[in-house]
């Protein structure tokens, strides 16, 4: 009994101990998603699709750039999402936005700093040596400190005495 319980303790050390050196980036959703292959989801068609007369005449797939059914991704989307692709300038009601936005300078390179930053947050807090041997989804407890509370945020706006005109109106209770 001793031996065989000596031997589970080695196993459990054994894989607790290959667990906690995994390599790469640490991931806290762990929804076990296969990257292997294309995103079935990610095909939208903006036009009918249509066989060609010949495949061999057809263009070698290249990820990311423009094929027959969609040209101009990257600025259709900018469209649909209300930005202008013209000459780069901004609307004069951007204006105001911008300039508060940027009331204490830009960074040009945000993007890799936070980018470095959330790896570095990832990597502190992946979760427990079980959590990971068991791929545990531990995103929203590593990542609680930074929820927002909506309520709180809007009564504490309210309270200042600012207005919120996105949020629904106060409940009046006076009967």
Not at 9 to 23: E, Y
Not at 41 to 59: C, G
Request: charged share 25%.
């Amino acid at each position: 009994m001793r031996v065989s319980s000596v031997k589970f303790l080695t196993f459990g050390v054994l894989i607790m101990g290959l667990v906690a050196c995994s390599k790469g980036e640490p991931s806290l959703m762990n929804m076990r998603a296969s990257q292997d292959g294309p995103d079935e989801f990610a095909i939208l068609p903006t036009k009918a699709l249509q066989e060609p007369k010949n495949y061999t005449d057809l263009p070698t797939p290249t990820p990311g750039q423009a094929n027959l059914t969609d040209p101009t991704p990257q600025a259709d989307a900018i469209a649909a999402l209300g930005g202008n692709l013209g000459s780069g300038n901004l609307r004069r009601s951007e204006g105001a936005l911008v300039s508060a936005a940027s009331r204490y300078g830009v960074s040009s390179n945000i993007r890799e700093v936070l980018a470095a930053s959330d790896l570095e947050w990832r990597r502190d807090n992946k979760g427990r040596v079980l959590e990971r041997l068991f791929n545990v989804n531990v995103y929203y407890r590593a990542y609680e400190t930074m929820h927002l509370d909506q309520h709180l945020e809007l009564e504490r706006l309210r309270r200042k005495g600012v207005w919120t005109p996105a949020a629904p109106p106060e409940i009046v209770t006076d009967r």
